[in-house]
């Protein structure tokens, strides 16, 4: 029974190049969750989606961020035009169920140069 | 806005001490309080998850209470091994972190001495 699986592991990109990120959840979990871990700081609620729908963007920053969870396929991160306070490791989670124990993923980290 | 602080930041500690670690948490209309470890440039390991109904969950040599009203939760490791160095993480689900995201504390760093 695989965990949640995130790829990459590490991305570098150059300011304004954009970067992706995905996410395949544990076997049969829907919901699945972004959380980012910037240096020296815990980690933030990004965005909360179930499949084909997104219901909590509440910590999402407003430009520049989206995320999706199609019906086939992982969820994706999407950054455009990324800046240098853009790096930061990039965590995902699954659940099987809202509220319940959420399983994490190994991260992305993002290295911006 | 939620705010979760975890005491102490930093533990260094002798092989086979027990220890408790604190986490507190400033709105208690919380549904649940999660406890992870984070090892160097890994993921998050859950450990224990606690309901808000619930008082206490034991898992091991791990042993969670929590008190909401008071906003309070603590994380009791008995007979520490050198391979429970990690950071350790409380989070809580409620309000603050979105509807169902979680609110983390900082952690605290814990060096087991062999």
């Known amino acids: 029974n695989a965990g949640v699986m995130q790829n990459p592991r590490h991305l570098v990109r150059r300011r304004g190049q954009e970067a992706r990120l995905r996410c395949s959840p544990m076997?049969?979990?829907?919901?699945v969750y972004w959380y980012r871990q910037l240096p020296e700081e815990g980690l933030k609620f990004m965005v909360y989606?179930?499949?084909?729908?997104?219901?909590?963007e509440s910590g999402m920053p407003k430009e520049r961020f989206s995320a999706e969870f199609p019906k086939e396929g992982p969820s994706i991160l999407r950054i455009q035009q990324v800046v240098r306070g853009d790096s930061a490791a990039y965590f995902c989670?699954?659940?099987?169920?809202?509220?319940?124990?959420?399983?994490f993923g190994p991260g992305t980290r993002l290295l911006v140069l | 806005k939620q705010e979760v602080t975890q005491i102490p930041a930093a533990l260094s500690v002798p092989e086979g001490e027990n220890l408790v670690l604190n986490c507190s948490f400033t709105?208690?209309?919380?549904?649940?309080l999660q406890w992870f470890r984070q090892d160097p440039g890994k993921g998050l390991t859950s450990l224990l998850l606690?309901?808000?109904?619930?008082r206490e969950q034991t898992s091991g040599r791990l042993n969670a209470s929590l008190d909401k009203s008071s906003g309070r939760s603590t994380l009791y490791i008995a007979a520490s091994q050198p391979g429970d160095s990690a950071t350790y993480l409380c989070?809580?689900?409620?309000?603050?972190?979105?509807?169902?995201?979680?609110?983390f504390g900082k952690g605290t760093h814990l060096i087991i001495q062999p």
């Open positions: 076997k049969g979990h829907s919901h």
């Open positions: 989070a809580v689900g409620g309000t603050g972190g979105g509807a169902d995201g979680l609110t």
């Open positions: 709105d208690s209309a919380i549904y649940n």
């Open positions: 989606l179930q499949k084909e729908n997104i219901i909590d």
């Open positions: 989670a699954s659940s099987s169920t809202p509220r319940e124990t959420q399983y």
């Open positions: 606690i309901q808000s109904s619930q």
